[in-house]
Nanobody, 125 residues
Framework: QVQLVESGGGLVQAGDSLRLSCQAS????????MAWFLQAPGKQREFVAF????????YYGDSVKGRFTVSRDNAKATVFLDMNTVTPDDTGIYYC??????????????????WGQGTQVTVSS
């Protein structure tokens, strides 16, 4: 059974930094491309960051470029999202998602097979 478990969310102030983690189990982690999505209140789930199975290729949503960094530790089957200089617009539930590498780079939620339960991030102004 595949499980993705996010952690690291919380309440922070604008300008702060935060690290989210996603622990994967039940899958061959090194064969999966991973991503982070944000679901802000009242909005659709949107793409935040993508990382390839090797970690060599990354992509970011326009709103987080230069502020967020996605990385992974394949030995620990964990993907990270380092969030810097957060703003209230970064508030919402952050979801970790995975898709087998054969499906290539995916930017839409529908392109991902597995999802975590999400972790809440709230940024106060």
């Amino acid at each position: 059974q595949v499980q993705l478990v996010e952690s690291g969310g919380g309440l922070v102030q604008a300008g702060d930094s935060l690290r989210l983690s996603c622990q994967a189990s039940g899958l061959e982690f090194t064969t999966y491309n991973m991503a982070w999505f944000l679901q802000a209140p009242g909005k659709q789930r949107e793409f935040v960051a993508f990382i390839s199975r090797s970690g060599n290729t990354t992509y970011y949503g326009d709103s987080v470029k230069g502020r967020f960094t996605v990385s992974r530790d394949n030995a620990k089957a964990t993907v990270f999202l380092d969030m810097n200089t957060v703003t209230p617009d970064d508030t919402g539930i952050y979801y970790c998602a995975g898709v087998h590498w054969q499906w290539g780079v995916q930017f839409r939620p529908g392109g991902y097979a597995f999802w975590g339960q999400g972790t809440q991030v709230t940024v106060s102004s």
